[in-house]
């Protein structure tokens, strides 16, 4: 076919080119218009430059940090952050200095105070911590603050030149507020920051902070609790927790809801707070031996905010049903599920404590910490799922025989090298041999991998660490939880809970199909130690699970663990996947994975 109709071209038999007809009496020939064709051009042109102006616009530019930490002895010291005195639109200056962490028997002297004494090898410095939300993960740190380097000077007042070495650092937003709400017009102040205390580029410093982070929440004289720079009903919130806590006339307020609806949900309002959402948080508030809130302008002392919220709780339902639903105020929201309310009770329920605020016994095992009692916590690095509350679980470190040393299980030591995969798979290995259970695999708690910062893809460059990591089916993640991501508390319930429950109802599980009978998996390299009882230990043929392999007398009997221990398993190597059986209870729930001789490890 031609590509158009006959009639429309020249006479040539095998040219498809059009006709120039000649002109009719009184036609005039078209000409080309430039001034059009310009005219066009040019719109097209603009058109696709803003196009082009709008995706360079959308591309957060990552302002890159002069400052280089200085090193420390990151085993026994820590960094402080000294926040240089100024006032109203002075710029943010600093200075950090490393400070010896304290033996914990010179922390707290008969009186309960912090003795202030240098230890013998090393100076040890005052400091308050600053807890805080580090903000959103896509928001770029587009704040500078100048950083001065160490000038060995650690009096209330210090005036630094230009001389004196520097680099500049940014920070988010929340951070800015926080450091300009510390600052004193006349004297420097002492606190240990995370995001600038810590080299966040060396992992291996990284490392040792993290694991002795316990030791800087309990050794700071006050935790403060940053909310934010606060809003208009600030004043009014933290008036009303003032007015909860005379119990005089808490009952008054429950009865009269047409004066206090509103305030009941600005309770629910400060209790959504994202502070609340940040599973470091736990940490740093529960080894607190003081610690205060702070939002905009307002401070309350924190055994006092938490008393406030206990009881509001206490009524929640009643409250609930008398003056937030008749008003419309937060119906899709259930306040008992919220971090605030975890936290109060979390603080209070982990540890037993001296009258001086040490902690005596931890009294939670670190799997009910990570996948029940801390759903509603999020933190921006996944591995911190983890990672974020060792210290604060019974079981997650032990000491060494014959030695005073205190150390953890390489399994679940943090290591921000090792591969999300790798993390999560370690951990539940941990957890199936201490609760000799295979129900960690049932509850939903490992948040998904997180796409990269701008940051931490500017950070990372060509190093090859800047791929999406490939996650496997059998991973349990949190987004099939009861509320879904931690954030899904303030939309309620999605989900249904776990089959076998929390692991803090022992004995008292939904689901129970193995009976109690000892569990054996295999994660890579490690293997946990099967039950001795011959019963429970036999093998079966590569084609077991494949359509019609069982024949009536071949049929592996049901509740018993099958292990085939001849076959080969694959090492633990980066991006591999990991080697997992399992096969329990009356239900088989099995993972596998082919060699490349044909035959299934499980």
């Not at 591995?383 to 604060?392: E, K, S």
């Not at 999300?420 to 049932?442: G, H, P, R, T, W």
Request: with cysteine; aromatic share 10%; proline share 5%.
């Amino acid at each position: 076919m031609p590509p158009f109709p006959r009639e429309h071209t020249n006479d040539q038999p095998k040219s498809y080119a059009q006709v120039i007809r000649s002109l009719q009496k009184g036609q005039r020939a078209q000409t080309f218009d430039p001034g059009t064709r310009a005219n066009t051009t040019t719109t097209e042109g603009n058109a696709i430059r803003a196009r082009f102006q709008g995706i360079v616009k959308s591309v957060p530019v990552v302002k890159k940090n002069t400052y280089k930490h200085e090193p420390i002895d990151y085993n026994n010291e820590i960094r402080i952050l000294k926040i240089l005195h100024g006032k109203g639109d002075d710029r943010i200056e600093c200075m950090l200095f490393p400070s010896r962490f304290r033996p914990e028997k010179e922390l707290v002297n008969g009186n309960g105070n912090v003795n202030g004494k240098a230890t013998e090898d090393g100076r040890t410095d005052r400091y308050w911590a600053l807890s805080y939300w580090w903000g959103d993960v896509n928001e770029v740190a587009g704040n500078k603050i100048t950083i001065y380097h160490d000038t060995g000077g650690r009096g209330q007042h210090q005036t630094m030149t230009e001389l004196n070495r520097s680099g500049t650092f940014y920070v988010r937003n929340n951070l800015k507020a926080a450091l300009l709400r510390f600052r004193d017009p006349h004297d420097d102040v002492n606190v240990w920051v995370d995001a600038l205390c810590i080299d966040q580029e060396n992992n291996v410093e990284k490392k040792a902070q993290v694991s002795r982070m316990h030791e800087v929440y309990t050794q700071a004289e006050n935790v403060c609790v940053w909310l934010g720079e606060g809003k208009e009903s600030t004043p009014e919130t933290f008036s009303f927790l003032r007015e909860i806590l005379d119990l005089r006339n808490f009952d008054e307020l429950i009865a009269d809801p047409e004066t206090t609806s509103k305030k009941w949900a600005l309770i629910v309002d400060l209790m959504s707070n994202r502070w609340f959402s940040r599973r470091w948080v736990i940490q740093e508030l529960a080894l607190a031996r003081k610690a205060c809130v702070l939002w905009g302008d307002e401070e309350l002392e924190w055994s006092n905010f938490a008393d406030a919220i206990a009881l509001f709780m206490t009524k929640y339902e009643e409250i609930k049903r008398t003056s937030l639903d008749p008003k419309g105020y937060h119906d899709a929201v259930d306040a008992r599920a919220l971090g605030a309310n975890t936290i109060v009770h979390a603080t209070t329920n982990l540890f037993r404590k001296t009258q001086e605020g040490r902690v005596q016994q931890r009294l939670l095992p670190l799997e009910i910490l990570v996948s029940s009692l801390l759903l509603a916590f999020e933190a921006s690095e996944p591995r911190d799922t983890i990672f974020a509350v060792l210290t604060l679980a019974k079981d997650s470190r032990f000491a060494e025989e014959n030695t005073d040393a205190i150390i953890e299980d390489p399994r679940i030591s943090p290591d921000y090298d090792k591969s999300l995969l790798d993390v999560y798979a370690d951990f539940m290995n941990y957890c199936v041999e201490k609760s000799q259970s295979l129900d960690i695999l049932c509850r939903y708690w490992a948040p998904l991998p997180k796409p990269l910062t701008p940051e931490q893809a500017l950070k990372l460059g060509n190093s090859g660490r800047d791929k999406e990591e490939k996650m496997p089916t059998w991973i349990p993640f949190i987004s099939r939880s009861a509320f879904g991501e931690p954030h899904g508390v303030l939309g309620g319930r999605v989900n249904g809970d776990s089959f076998v429950g929390g692991p803090e109802r022992k004995g008292q599980q939904t689901y129970n199909a193995s009976n109690n009978l000892r569990a054996w998996a295999k994660f890579g390299t490690y293997e946990l130690e099967p039950s001795r009882d011959p019963a429970r230990r036999s093998t079966f043929p590569a084609n077991f699970m494949r359509q019609g392999s069982f024949s009536s007398n071949k049929r592996p009997e049901l509740g018993k663990t099958h292990v085939n221990e001849n076959q080969p398993h694959h090492s633990r190597s980066d991006g591999a996947m990991k080697d997992l059986g399992l096969l329990f209870g009356s239900c088989t729930r099995s993972l596998w994975k082919g060699d490349r001789e044909g035959s299934y490890t499980r």
